[in-house]
């Protein structure tokens, strides 16, 4: 049993939503705010909020909130500090249900802003308010179409939801997904969480259904024990991918223990989020690469790797990768290479990785890979060139003459162009792989930088411009197969409360 | 626990190795034989006890680094190294409660820690690594927050880039993991259970054959505020 059965679904999904301090005066948040949530075709009706305006990008604006003649769901506050506490009270009256605090001012900058958001926070408790913030950049719902983010981008729609306590590490991550094609269901921003917290967003977007893969960026959890239940009664269904912030802080106390001198912010939250099942990542990029991998592929069963390559140095590399990162790239058993032997050159490395030596007429590479996949000694493959799609073929203008070769560039500029509209024949197989036997199939491609997405969204196919992002993608992936896969039964038994180990 | 009552109406802010022993034996956590005696005249039953070869050490709860301050005799077979031992650190001790452990050897050659920390996010935490001298050079130790299933033990285990250590090796039996694991989860409870206890060291907990056993532990309290 989660701990809260908190609904937030009106909060992402609102059919009415005022806008507070909105401004027709360019630059402000609240004008802002407001054109990225009409120009990404909000599907609820928006109410402008201001007592100077009658009329805001030619949408009536209200004196206040009382004199909206609908019921309202979401209020967003863009005002001055000073201003928000007597707007609690209006909205308190209107009965709106959540109120998403933009503002700052609050908590994070001094004693006073602490009183001033902590009175806040008691007058929305006293109405039944549930608050967003304050301080947050805003939050994102993909079924409304909502985009009240303070920066003006659009995030891709999909299956991802993230809480992100820092607003400009989540709207980064939102921004990642477009190059990378990772798109988004909800996102929010958490701010000074002075009511909601990144524990409250987990345990919804856990129970969300549209929600498939859970991300968070977080700095400090005030109740570790309530994340850490949370969290382990949703990480086996649903893979969670965090990656914290403030991992190298210097102990916060001088310790009379060897083990209090050991016990840092990474080695704690490290042991805690594995016993939770929460995938840890140590980078930025590293959040989405995951995220993309985990939305869209299935699990692997196991950790051995097969390698597929158009280039030996590539395949040494991502086997080497492998390797350090405790993956298996296991040797071909004698009938699968009498197999290969049908496709490749007579002096094939008939090994694990498997080099096509840069064979492209009659590509070899769409049987090799159902062969491999097919075979039960992998659980895993890495197609190293898998895409041609987007590639970069680019010739000099300089080039003027000779005559012969200038035509010869042109009819290579040509053909690459037709391969480039033409459908990825190696792409549509991986992708009928992946489905087929149940094993992720991670492309390696050079391309252009949109390249990865396009071969996402085109082809379902889950690709990374460098060997070692998606070595450690599946390695992330791997672990969590390794978590689920031991606490099966287990889990049960930690939610139940029986956790004190006696046996 | 009495022990814990009485140190902090003391004003104590740690327990002395004997004392911090009883606290793991209360639960379950398998420690050294040993006999505290606060006089060499006490020193004949003790031996008697314990039996050659032992280990004597400098006992007080205002010391907690013995091996720096040369307060630990080890490998002694013989009644009058033990009585010059004895002596000499009944003389280093400037502490008039200081009593003196005589203690069994134990024999194995290696060395683990466990402890426990109290976490500002996650509360009471167990840490396992390796012990004795790498605690600290090496450094190579993981966390699970308590309470702690035997699953998060087991794992806690494998989370040190040392795990080796607790198969066979070199001829050594592969380490008890159940009775590792039992230890593991009863530090969690200790911390869960007792408000009072702010960090509990336990290094090193030797393995002898496949079983490990606490040989030095330090227990450090929160004076209440």
């Not at chain 1, 402008?48 to 909206?68: H, Q, R, T």
């Not at chain 1, 920066?151 to 400009?168: A, D, E, H, I, Y």
């Not at chain 1, 991998?293 to 086997?319: D, E, L, M, Q």
Request: hydrophobic letters at 45%; aromatic letters at 6%; glycine letters at 10%.
């Amino acid at each position: 049993m989660l701990a809260s059965s908190l609904n937030l679904d009106r909060l992402f999904n609102p059919s009415n939503l005022a806008m507070i301090g909105a401004s027709a005066q360019a630059g402000k948040w609240g004008n802002i705010i407001l054109i990225n949530i009409l120009k990404a075709n909000f599907k609820g009706r928006v109410f402008p909020v201001n007592p100077k305006e009658s009329s805001i990008l030619g949408f009536p604006c209200f004196a206040s909130i009382g004199d909206i003649p609908e019921p309202i769901d979401v209020a967003l506050i863009t005002t001055p500090a000073e201003r928000v506490s007597a707007l609690v009270d209006e909205c308190g009256r209107k009965q709106v249900p959540f109120l998403v605090i933009v503002t700052s001012g609050f908590s994070e900058v001094s004693q006073d802003g602490m009183q001033l958001e902590a009175e806040i926070v008691a007058k929305a408790r006293h109405y039944g308010i549930r608050l967003v913030g304050p301080n947050t950049m805003g939050l994102f719902g993909a079924t409304a179409s909502l985009h009240a983010l303070m920066p003006m981008l659009m995030p891709l729609q999909g299956t991802v939801s993230m809480f992100s306590q820092s607003g400009n590490v989540g709207v980064q991550m939102m921004d990642y997904g477009q190059k990378e094609g990772v798109g988004f269901q909800k996102f929010v921003s958490s701010g000074n969480e002075g009511d909601l917290t990144c524990v409250d967003y987990l345990e919804y977007f856990a129970r969300d259904e549209a929600t498939r893969v859970v991300l968070g960026y977080i700095e400090g959890i005030d109740d570790g024990a309530r994340f850490l239940k949370s969290a382990q009664a949703v990480a086996g269904r649903k893979p969670i991918i965090v990656m914290k912030g403030g991992r190298t802080g210097v102990g916060s106390r001088a310790a009379a223990s060897h083990t209090g001198s050991m016990a840092g912010p990474i080695a704690i939250n490290r042991g805690a989020f594995k016993q939770a099942g929460v995938v840890e990542v140590l980078s930025s990029l590293e959040l989405i690469d995951c995220a993309k991998a985990f939305a869209n592929y299935p699990i692997p069963k196991g950790n051995r790797v097969g390698i597929v390559t158009r280039g030996g140095g590539w395949g040494v590399i991502t086997a080497d990768a492998c390797e350090e990162a405790g993956l298996i790239v296991p040797p071909l058993p004698a009938d699968l290479i009498r197999e290969i032997d049908q496709l490749l050159p007579d002096y094939w490395n008939r090994g694990n990785p498997i080099d096509l030596v840069a064979t492209i007429r009659d590509d070899p590479m769409p049987t090799c890979l159902r062969l491999l996949a097919e075979w039960d000694g992998i659980d895993a493959i890495i197609a190293l060139g898998a895409g041609f799609q987007s590639f970069n073929y680019q010739f000099s203008e300089a080039v003027q003459e000779p005559e012969e070769l200038v035509s010869a560039i042109a009819f290579m500029t040509e053909l690459f162009r037709r391969r480039g509209e033409s459908p990825d024949t190696v792409l549509e197989g991986i992708a009928a792989l992946v489905r087929s036997t149940g094993k992720p199939i991670i492309s390696v491609s050079i391309g252009s930088d949109y390249a990865h997405r396009h071969y996402m969204e085109r082809y379902h196919v889950v690709s990374f411009p460098t060997p070692e992002r998606a070595v450690r993608v599946l390695k992330h992936m791997c672990e969590y197969d390794d978590f689920t896969g031991k606490i099966g039964g287990t889990l049960e038994n930690q939610q139940s409360g029986e956790c004190h180990g006696d046996h | 626990m009495e022990i814990i009552e009485k140190a902090l109406h003391d004003g104590l802010t740690t327990l002395s190795e004997f004392q911090s022993k009883q606290i793991l034996s209360v639960y379950g956590i398998p420690v050294t034989t040993e006999v505290a005696i606060d006089s060499i005249e006490a020193l004949d039953v003790a031996i008697e006890r314990i039996g050659y070869p032992l280990v004597l050490k400098g006992c007080s709860a205002q010391i907690a680094h013995k091996t720096e301050k040369g307060l630990i005799a080890l490998d002694i077979r013989t009644r009058e190294e033990a009585e010059a031992a004895c002596q000499a650190m009944i003389a280093k001790m400037d502490d008039p409660t200081a009593q003196v452990l005589v203690q069994e050897m134990i024999k194995g050659q290696r060395e683990l820690v466990v402890g426990m920390t109290r976490d500002p996010q996650f509360g009471p935490c167990v840490m396992f690594g390796l012990g004795g001298i790498f605690t600290e050079i090496l450094r190579d130790v993981a966390f699970r927050v308590a309470p702690l299933t035997r699953y998060d033990a087991m794992e806690l285990m494998q989370d040190i880039k040392g795990k080796k250590i607790l198969e066979a090796v070199r001829g050594m039996a592969a380490v008890d993991r159940e009775v590792l694991a039992d230890i593991l989860i009863a530090v969690g409870r200790i911390g869960l259970e007792n408000e009072s206890i702010q960090e509990i060291d336990i290094n090193p907990l030797k393995i002898r054959g496949n079983q490990p056993v606490a040989v030095d532990a330090l227990v450090v309290l929160q004076p209440k505020a």
